[in-house]
């Protein structure tokens, strides 16, 4: 009875010890889970501003502010023999200064003739080359403003601010405010940004040379990068001997997929520009870059897309007389194809956004024209941004905000594709 007595506090101050050390652990799990989440929502937060920050800078660079003149086509203007060589900017300023009259001095119609972009010639010289019999009519047409209208029409101009820290003078707004009276001054959709290539004059600025050498260097990535990727991944994970070369190769292969991406630019440029002499700038050595720094992470996709095929399927196809190499293609590769598809579309999407190893090659070159083939010179998309966020107009900016979009917008498709295949295509065993 005593034993009994004396043992109760005993056992009474354990189980004392055991809830206080369980509600300790609940407590500590409670708090692990509170800083996850505030971790996740941390991050949202800081993801939701900078698309915010971006988007409220770049979306007005897809509007673009347009006058309009009404464009006399003089017949003694043109040389029926050389009509890319007659004075366009003539017609311009004749147009514009018809709506101002009072405009004489020489300063004056300087800035009055800078309200114009410098791309409203080129494109009278677009329409007369397509058709040549408007020449002697007159025609109503919306050329681009210069940058600075852009700005002021969107707000990026402080009107308010003292006329010496402004780039319009006072008789500038005078005459913007003319043209805005009069209906001839409007904002529309950028089809340059679209449709041009770079220029230095932002309002003429356009993807479409960066898009296309985008779509080139892309291009040569996946032919190579895929079916090297996916036979090395074979190989290694079906093929290949257990020994110490083997691992070897396979530690390196870990290891590459971390290596800077800048250092596969100096092997570019060391190996594909001063070893082979391949031309600078052009797709193709972009292709090849990419390619090498791609590979590892299709690799390793690739095999974990293999690894993750049961071993049942191998001995099953064994055991009904089909052959080693049967056994793979016909059986293991079909069922590890949307792991190696979505591996391979995530490693192109991260060479989308690649500017270091570019640069390294020479893909820095201001290029106007698209690029019309694979040896041709050509920039991307990220070094494209990056050439407009060194310029130091402000009408850079939004177009720089701009591009980012369009590059996401790139890198969300990529993304979402490589969803939908492992979501349709993938079984589950």
């Known amino acids: 009875m005593q034993d009994v007595e004396s043992s109760a506090p005993s056992s009474v101050r354990t189980i004392d010890i055991i809830n206080r050390k369980l509600n300790k652990r609940y407590r500590a799990e409670k708090r692990f889970k509170r800083l996850g989440l ?76 800078g309200l114009i972009s410098s791309g409203a010639s080129f494109q009278l010289q677009k329409m007369v080359m397509s058709d040549t019999s408007i020449i002697g009519s007159t025609r109503s047409v919306w050329v681009p403003a210069d940058d600075d209208v852009d700005m002021l029409m969107k707000g990026r101009i402080d009107r308010s601010a003292p ?68 036979a090395s991944a074979i190989y290694l994970e079906e093929f290949a001997p257990r020994n110490k070369w083997i691992d070897l190769i396979e530690v390196n292969i870990n ?60 001995e099953a196809a064994l055991g009904v007389g089909a052959s080693k190499m049967q056994t793979v293609f016909h059986h293991v590769m079909p069922l590890a194809l949307p792991g190696m598809l979505t591996g391979t579309i995530i490693g192109m999407a ?22 019309g083939g694979f040896l041709e010179p050509a920039t991307v998309l990220p070094v494209q941004i990056y050439l407009w966020a060194d310029s130091p107009e402000r009408a850079f900016v939004e177009r720089t905000s701009a591009a980012i979009i369009v590059l996401l917008a790139f890198l969300m498709v990529m993304n979402a594709a490589a969803v939908f295949l492992r979501s349709k295509f993938e079984r589950r065993w």
């Open 38 to 113: 505030a971790a996740i929502l941390s991050s949202l937060l800081f993801l939701a501003l900078l698309f915010i920050s971006i988007a409220s800078q770049g979306y007005s660079a897809f509007v673009q502010t347009y006058i309009l003149l009404d464009i006399h086509f003089s017949r003694d203007v043109f040389d029926v023999g050389n009509l890319a060589g007659a004075d366009y900017n003539g017609l311009v300023r004749k147009s514009l200064q018809s709506l101002f009259p009072e405009v004489r001095g020489r300063q004056e119609k300087r800035m009055l003739n």
């Open 163 to 230: 006329e010496a820290e402004r780039r319009l003078k006072d008789v500038q707004l005078g005459w913007i405010d003319g043209l805005r009276g009069d209906h001839r001054l409007q904002k529309k959709f950028n089809m340059i940004f679209f449709t041009g290539g770079d220029s230095r004059e932002p309002e003429l600025a356009g993807i479409l040379g960066a898009t296309m050498g985008s779509m080139y260097t892309l291009i040569v990535t996946l032919l190579l990068s895929f079916p090297v990727g996916v």
């Open 255 to 314: 290891n590459l997929a971390a290596v800077p991406s800048i250092v596969f630019g100096l092997l570019g440029l060391a190996v594909f520009l001063n070893f082979f002499g391949l031309p600078r700038s052009a797709p193709l050595v972009g292709g090849l870059v990419l390619t090498l720094m791609t590979l590892p992470t299709i690799i390793i996709a690739s095999r974990v897309s293999i690894q993750s095929v049961p071993p049942s399927i191998r």
């Open 350 to 371: 991260r060479a989308l956004g690649e500017s270091a190893p570019l640069l390294m090659i020479g893909m820095v070159a201001f290029i106007v024209d698209p690029p």
